[in-house]
């Protein structure tokens, strides 16, 4: 993870010589009463980037649900929600490029949509989490890994 110091760093790598418009950040609150220290540190992390010109974060809702006894934590309407913003703002013409930090497949047919209306649409993904099917409907697509790591030595 990057810390708040590198995070405009990485914004600025990833969109290159492109004017960067908006960015837009999806994500949920730590649930609090789990870890205060860790949902304090989320929120001042929030904050930082409400602080970067043009950019949005968009709180989803964290679910807490059981699995085996424990306690599980999922963001939930994070995809839906960029898939509006993306197939909107295409609709809108806010953007020529949108650019997706995401490895999730789900996307494919909001980036479609975003393409038929004469949008290009590129793909920055981890190895880890990658799709091919997302990284082959996309313009163009390339991994973050090395980018990140650069960044945080």
């Given amino acids: 993870m ?6 405009k760093k990485f914004l600025q790598t990833i969109s290159k010589d492109k004017l960067l418009i908006t960015t837009y950040y999806y994500n ?6 789990v870890n205060q220290k860790k949902y304090l540190e989320q929120q001042k992390f ?6 970067i010109p043009d950019f949005k974060v968009v709180l989803c809702r964290m679910r807490k649900h059981k699995k085996d006894g424990k306690f599980i934590f999922d963001v ?5 929600y960029l898939a509006v913003d993306l197939v909107s703002g295409a ?5 020529n490029i949108a650019i997706i930090v995401s490895g999730d497949e789900d996307f494919v047919p909001a980036i479609q949509k975003a393409q ?6 590129i ?7 990658s799709s ?5 409907t996309c313009d163009k697509s390339f991994c973050v890994d090395n980018i990140i790591n650069e960044i945080k030595e």
């Fill in 2 to 7: 990057l810390r708040s110091s590198d995070f």
């Fill in 28 to 33: 949920a609150s730590l649930d609090i009463s």
């Fill in 46 to 51: 929030f904050d930082f980037l409400r602080k």
């Fill in 76 to 80: 939930k309407g994070d995809d839906v």
């Fill in 91 to 95: 609709y809108e013409n806010l953007y």
């Fill in 116 to 121: 038929k209306l004469g949008k290009k649409v």
């Fill in 123 to 129: 793909n920055a993904y981890f190895k880890s989490t």
């Fill in 132 to 136: 091919n099917y997302l990284k082959h």
